[in-house]
């Protein structure tokens, strides 16, 4: 039996196996699903082969890797570094020239800015250079403007002559230095040259001259000829050619300034004026204005000075100045001599003031000279004059010293009184530098008692002078200014006489300032605003008669001008929209005057919503008031009215119009001067025109609520108790227009409520279904599992590009890992092959170091037998 297994064995080992390599089932790995599904293919990784992958990825880390490794300190390789070798884009042409361009910049040395060329060029194997070096140079230069040379010079010197020459002297000149030569090439040079402009200006001397005749001869054959034939007339491409050829063309335009540069100028300019102003306002004439001083030499005979008649005889002399100008002493000292009556006047003349009080003015001369010197003048310096004495003839010579007396011109009493008026316009002008006030009394002084152009210019003029961009300190000062003409806004409100225009004018002034500061003004206008509504609270609650000011009106007009009314929540706009509401709520109406600022109110909150359409009831319920005022009442019935409106009472009938007469009224819209004027008076207001003038103004704030709240649901319960009360209008003692407006009115209103209405109806909402435990089937999975939550598509895309790079990230760490423990184990492997080297050959040393001790042990042995 051992026999027979043992040759089933040799027969088996002996059997050849198919080529076929058989997988180590130890090397496969299988990933276990959890849960079988019928149907699903098997991903390829949920069976992997580890050990075939990781043996494929040390063979590519051989071929790549590791001959990088061992080939990194070795140099063995050829490169083609010719120029172009590897470059595509050149043809075989480019690459030739310019690989000989680098050959040429070898041998030059590599100098790139050697502009001479080293070759040498030859010509029937002998060199140019040495056949250019001409020993007997002769050049002509007889013809210059050509560049040419004589042929005689040609045929003698380049051809030697040896044909042409037939004068034995020619010989002689042979002999001639070279500089001789020259000479006298130079010499017939010049020469020529001289006659060749001789003959141009003759020529063109006879050019003039002929076409001098020409134009005579011109002139009479002109006349001589017949009539030209009729030219046929230009065309309009002809006539637009020529007016292209005369267009002004266009130049480039100075660029714009900036607000900064334009600031700057303007103060400048402000200053400049104001300088001006004040040189008037010192007597200085605008001819008057010193100019820059005449030089006069040392020799000349005009120096300024004249002797008079009467002066002769006494022996001064005066000075004349044709630019004088008074100093501010002498012009206060006049004012006084003129209010209390000075000597001149007295006489009646300046010249017999002159006279008999020269002293006098010759010390107020000094006085006036000696202030000039303290300026810094030199000119008026006083010297004394040396005259020798004629009666003594001894050689005794007595010096007397005179003191000569400058005086200026006198003036005249038209110049002294063009110098009044001049100075008084001044003092009157209005400066054009002011300061900026620093709390409400400065600011009132600046403009008490000015006019209101002038006081709106002081404004203009603060603000060019102190503008934000020219100081540092200019901003703060311009937002203090802005507060302190919001509050005179309201004082020239409350005066007794208010002046719109002024007040119109200024709200300009206050928008500007505004637009550089905003959250001051609206820090402003919220506290004034938050005053005016308590104290109005506070009277409400005392019982104290409640009466609207102007102030309060044009301050939420202001607040509409400055800053937007169609923000849903704004700081200084809600709150006055919420103060008009109480306002139009809670002020009681006794008098055709509550009427009419409740109707600007009204208005104000039209201006207000007009934009965001929001609802106001109290502007409805007031309007409604006011034709409840109006209209005829049933007796023994007492209407519903809301607000400030009592249905009872003596104000029931404040409007209520029964005069037939006042069909024919006219009236225009309602103005504030109507009503806050001092000149209204109570007979006034409570007259037929001006309650028409209201009811009038009422129904076109109805129009225009009416359609402004035309898309509101509740459109007909809100305007059905007006319609109630425009039916009962006593129309017939109305005029035509106020009628028509009614009637329209009326139609627009019922016209609403016949509109069809919808009902109400809960929101359509999707009804969310029930919770089913049954699996959500989806037909198209990826058989990846979603993530819970969503997001928009930027954001998933961002998450999985996160996810991408964050999963190659783990991927290249982890190569770099098997890399560095390939190169690793390489050298580790080098290692031990060098200690195995190195011990194998230590332990040969070691051999042959054994086998001489043994021999040498042997002879040692044999030499001691």
């Not at 699903?40 to 050990?51: E, N, S, W």
């Not at 200019?474 to 006489?497: C, D, P, R, T, W």
């Not at 509401?581 to 509550?594: A, C, F, K, M, S």
């Not at 809100?718 to 017939?732: A, E, G, N």
């Amino acid at each position: 039996m051992a026999k027979k297994k043992r040759f089933i064995a040799d027969k088996v080992r002996s059997k050849k196996t198919d080529g076929q390599k058989k997988t180590n089932p130890f090397e496969v790995k299988v990933n276990r699903q959890k849960h079988q599904v019928l149907g699903r293919k098997v991903a390829k990784h949920d069976r992997g082969l580890p050990g075939v992958s990781r043996s494929k990825a040390n063979k590519r880390r051989k071929e790549t890797l590791l001959q990088e490794y061992e080939q990194r300190f070795k140099a063995n390789k050829l490169v083609d570094r010719r120029f172009g070798e590897n470059d595509t884009s050149l043809s075989v042409e480019d690459k030739m020239l310019k690989r000989y361009a680098i050959e040429r910049e070898k041998h030059t040395g590599g100098n790139k800015f050697n502009l001479n060329d080293d070759e040498e060029l030859t010509h029937y194997g002998q060199s140019l250079s040495e056949i250019e070096k001409f020993d007997d140079p002769e050049i002509s230069d007889e013809d210059e403007d050509s560049g040419k040379i004589g042929g005689d010079v040609v045929a003698r010197e380049h051809f030697g002559g040896f044909m042409t020459r037939k004068d034995p002297s020619e010989a002689e000149d042979d002999q001639r230095s070279w500089k001789e030569k020259m000479e006298t090439v130079i010499a017939k040079s010049k020469k020529e040259k001289f006659d060749r402009q001789f003959e141009r200006e003759k020529t063109a001397e006879l050019t003039e001259e002929l076409d001098e005749q020409w134009k005579d001869v011109a002139q009479l054959l002109r006349g001589m000829t017949g009539k030209r034939e009729n030219k046929p007339a230009n065309d309009d491409y002809d006539i637009a050619v020529r007016e292209l050829k005369f267009e002004i063309k266009g130049k480039a335009t100075d660029r714009l300034k900036t607000v900064e540069e334009l600031a700057k100028e303007e103060k400048e300019r402000l200053e400049n004026l104001e300088a001006d102003r004040v040189r008037r306002m010192k007597g200085v004439l605008p001819h008057s204005v010193p100019s820059q001083p005449q030089h006069y030499s040392a020799d000349s005979l005009d120096d300024g000075f004249v002797l008079d008649a009467d002066d002769r005889n006494r022996g001064k002399v005066r000075f004349l100045e044709e630019e004088e100008e008074d100093s501010e002493d002498e012009e206060e000292e006049r004012e006084e001599e003129e209010k209390e009556g000075s000597d001149e006047e007295e006489n009646g003349g300046e010249d017999s003031d002159r006279g008999d009080n020269d002293d006098d003015d010759v010390d107020e001369a000094d006085k006036d000279n000696s202030d000039e010197h303290s300026e810094g003048d030199s000119e008026d310096s006083y010297a004394d004059i040396h005259s020798d004495s004629e009666g003594e003839k001894d050689n005794e010579q007595s010096v007397s010293k005179t003191k000569s007396i400058l005086k200026k011109k006198p003036e005249t009493k038209a110049e002294k009184q063009k110098k009044k008026e001049v100075r008084q316009a001044a003092a009157n002008e209005l400066p054009y530098t002011f300061e900026a006030p620093d709390n409400y009394d400065a600011l009132l002084d600046m403009l008490h008692g000015r006019s209101d152009t002038d006081q709106l210019t002081i404004i203009d003029r603060i603000r060019k002078c102190h503008h934000a961009s020219l100081a540092d300190g200019n901003k703060v000062k311009m937002e203090n200014l802005l507060q302190l003409l919001i509050h005179y806004f309201g004082s020239l409100a409350l005066q007794e006489v208010p002046s719109l225009s002024l007040l119109d004018k200024l709200t300009g002034q206050i928008y500007d300032l505004t637009q550089s500061a905003p959250n001051v003004a609206a820090e402003t206008l919220q506290e004034i605003i938050k005053n005016q509504q308590a104290d109005f609270t506070q009277m409400r609650e005392i019982r104290r008669p409640v009466v609207l000011g102007l102030d309060t009106l044009l301050y939420l007009k202001l607040v509409s001008v400055l800053f937007p009314t169609s923000d849903f929540n704004h700081p200084v706009t809600v709150p006055a929209l919420i103060f008009m509401g109480q306002l139009l709520g809670q002020t009681p109406v006794n008098t055709e005057r509550d009427v009419a600022c409740g109707l600007f109110l009204c208005d104000l909150c039209l201006e207000y919503v007009s934009e965001s359409k929001r609802f106001i009831p109290e502007v409805i319920s007031f309007l409604h008031g006011v034709l409840f005022l109006s209209a005829n009442k049933q007796p023994n019935k007492i209407e519903r009215v809301s607000g400030p409106f009592k249905p009872v009472g003596k104000s029931i009938n404040l409007l209520h119009i029964s005069d037939k007469k006042s069909r024919s009224c006219s009236f225009e819209g309602m103005k504030l001067s109507q009503v806050f004027g001092v000149a209204v008076e109570r007979g006034d207001l409570s007259s037929s025109q001006f309650k028409l003038c209201l009811i009038h103004c009422c129904v076109s704030l109805l129009q225009e609520f009416s359609r402004l709240y035309s898309d509101l649901p509740a459109h007909t319960d809100i305007f059905s108790p007006v319609l109630y009360m425009c039916d009962r209008l006593p129309t017939s003692h109305y005029p035509t227009h106020l009628k028509d407006s009614v009637s329209g009115l009326q139609e627009y209103l019922k016209g609403e409520s016949q509109k069809a209405r919808k009902s109400l109806v809960f929101n359509r909402v999707k009804p969310k279904p029930l919770k089913m435990f049954e699996p959500l089937i989806e037909e198209t999975w990826d058989g990846q599992k979603k993530k819970s939550g969503g997001g928009s598509k930027a954001y998933n895309e961002k998450q999985r590009l996160l996810h991408k790079v964050k999963k190659e990230m783990k991927g290249a760490m982890r190569e770099i890992r098997k890399d560095s423990q390939f190169l690793a184990r390489h050298q580790q492997q080098e290692t031990m092959e060098r200690d195995s080297d190195r011990k194998r050959k230590v332990k040969v040393l070691y051999g042959h170091l054994a086998n001489q001790e043994g021999d040498y042990n042997k002879l040692k042995k044999k030499k001691k037998k």
